[in-house]
């Protein structure tokens, strides 16, 4: 009687494993949307930047005028991870997760650049 509880917890404790595995893997899946960057900007960018990312005169500096920046996806992640502390511009390392910071990037280059 004893040993068949034993297996019994067992089988069940098994298949809670075993369902919790399967959560686990599902939630994998899911992929959250994250507002392309746009939230991030708003929230750590746009007090110089302004939201449309023209940018302006700031306590920092010459906050430049992003939609029409030259630089290429990869130097606008190494400008927003290490700044130009000597111009004003912040770095971000540490601040916003390095994912971000290339949504950041695509969104400068794809919702804030002027199509011309
Ligand atoms: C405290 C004000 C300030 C904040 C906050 C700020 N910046 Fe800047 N940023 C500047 C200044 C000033 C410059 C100009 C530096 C220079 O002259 O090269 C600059 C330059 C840049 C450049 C270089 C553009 C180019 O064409 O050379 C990029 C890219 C940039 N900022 C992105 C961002 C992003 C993205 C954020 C938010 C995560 C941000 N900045 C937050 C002040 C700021």
Redesign the pocket.
């Known amino acids: 009687m004893k040993s068949k509880n034993i297996i019994g917890f067992f089988v069940v404790g098994l298949a809670l494993v075993f369902s919790f595995n399967a959560i686990a893997e599902e939630r994998k899946k899911i992929v959250v949307p994250r507002g392309g960057g746009a939230k ?2 708003l929230k ?2 746009a ?3 302004k939201g449309d990312g023209r ?1 302006g005169h ?7 005028d ?1 939609r029409v ?3 290429t996806e990869e130097e ?1 992640i190494h ?2 991870t290490y700044g ?1 502390l000597k ?4 770095p ?1 390392d540490g601040i ?1 997760q390095p994912d971000r910071i290339k949504d ?1 990037a695509i969104y ?1 280059k794809t919702k804030l650049k002027l199509k011309n």
């Open positions: 991030t900007f750590q960018c007090t110089c930047h940018g700031t306590e920092g500096g010459n906050a430049k992003l920046t030259k630089l606008l400008v927003i130009r111009l004003g511009m912040p971000f916003i950041i400068i």
